[in-house]
């Protein structure tokens, strides 16, 4: 069964950067287009940036237009692991943030917490 564990949220100011991680276990990672989600309560959680597998030579990867040009999805298939690089941060960035399959599978992980705040 796969597991996602999300690392490396914080307390940010507004126009700085943070990267997060995500560590996926029990699949064949390299296989599985991945994406990052966000959730802010109250809200329904939304797609931020997908990476597709590595099943062709080269990745494409999709960003939601509110992070286009400030955010980058990447992905280290020999560690399992998917990042979301994040600049230039916003004061409405913040949000629980989740990796999972693209398109999500059911199980999520515990996610991490992105503040972004003066």
């Known amino acids: 069964q796969v597991q996602f564990v999300e690392s490396g949220g914080g307390l940010v100011q507004p126009g700085g950067s943070l990267r997060v991680s995500c560590a996926a276990s029990g699949i064949v990672f390299r296989i599985y287009d991945m994406a990052w989600y966000r959730q802010i309560p109250g809200k329904q959680r939304e797609t931020v940036a997908s990476i597709t597998s590595s099943l062709t030579s080269t990745h494409r990867t999709d960003y939601a237009d509110s992070v286009k040009g400030r955010f980058t999805i990447s992905r280290d298939n020999a560690k399992g692991t998917v990042y979301l690089q994040m600049n230039s941060l916003k004061l409405e960035d913040t949000a629980v943030y989740y990796c999972?399959?693209?398109?999500?599978?059911?199980?999520w992980g515990q996610g991490t917490q992105v503040t972004v705040s003066s």
């Open positions: 999972n399959f693209n398109p999500p599978a059911r199980s």
